[in-house]
């Protein structure tokens, strides 16, 4: 079975500095998608960013980069310029491949990101 | 932007009575999903539906669960006699009909508290 592990249950930042949250996964597969979720205090679920495990490039959407590396199975989230409203809880998540496209999405145990002003 | 609708925001039931949690999934999706989030834990996956059936569920979905799409719109979970232990934030998402689509959109949840 995938597992996701997320070992810092906590970090902060200082407004306006850079970030890392990491993940950690473990699979038998060779292909497979992965993403961060943004979970705020209203508790919606939102997707931040998602990486192909074929694709070598490393995912980039704005502010939020991630660093891919299959080898390793390390996938972590990279906030630059952070910003008050970027405090939430971010789980990184784990899909499989299949013909169907319905496999489930399997989490990690979150990081709560605080932003210092 | 199309997005998955989830109601009552907010449920307050007895142990022992049923509830139904109820979603609207974005229209041309095809993919449907049940997730719960117990307070302060991470997401964990219950159930996946397709055509009208079940896909896949987890140890969670024992017989006290059920899912149903009973009108072509709605996806509802029934939670057949409630337990103290299945309050949870319960998270509806949905995913695109080509297996490259991927992406699930979740709900804003639905918040069950049983008392």
């Known amino acids: 079975a995938q597992t996701v592990t997320q070992s810092q249950p906590e970090m902060s930042v200082q407004e306006a500095e850079t970030v890392t949250l990491s993940c950690t996964y473990d699979?038998?597969?060779?292909?497979?998608?992965l993403f961060w979720y943004k979970q705020p205090p209203s508790r919606q679920m939102i997707l931040v960013i998602r990486?192909?495990?074929?694709?070598?490039q490393n995912a980039t959407e704005n502010r939020f980069s991630v660093n891919f590396q299959k080898a390793a199975k390390s996938f972590s989230l990279k906030i630059s310029d952070s910003q008050l409203g970027d405090a939430a809880m971010y789980f990184c998540?784990?899909?499989?491949?299949?013909?169907?496209?319905?496999?489930?999405?399997?989490f990690g145990t979150g990081t709560r990101l605080t932003i210092i002003p | 932007e199309p997005e998955v609708t989830q109601t009552p925001s907010h449920q307050v039931t007895q142990m022992g009575q049923e509830v139904i949690l109820r979603c609207v999934p974005i229209?041309?999706?095809?993919?449907f999903y049940w997730y719960r989030q117990i307070l302060g834990q991470k997401v964990e996956f219950l159930v996946s539906?397709?055509?009208?059936?079940?896909?896949?569920k987890s140890e969670i979905f024992d017989d006290q669960f059920s899912v149903e799409r009973p009108d072509g719109s709605n996806f509802t979970l029934k939670i057949r006699s409630t337990k103290l232990e299945d309050s949870a934030m319960y998270f509806c998402?949905?995913?695109?009909?080509?297996?490259?689509?991927?992406?699930?959109?979740f709900g804003p949840g639905t918040r069950l508290t049983v008392t």
């Open positions: 998402a949905s995913s695109g009909g080509l297996a490259e689509s991927y992406e699930q959109y």
């Open positions: 699979t038998s597969e060779s292909d497979y998608y």
């Open positions: 990486q192909e495990a074929y694709k070598q």
């Open positions: 998540a784990y899909r499989a491949i299949s013909n169907f496209g319905n496999e489930k999405l399997t």
């Open positions: 229209s041309n999706h095809l993919y």
């Open positions: 539906f397709y055509n009208n059936e079940i896909s896949e």
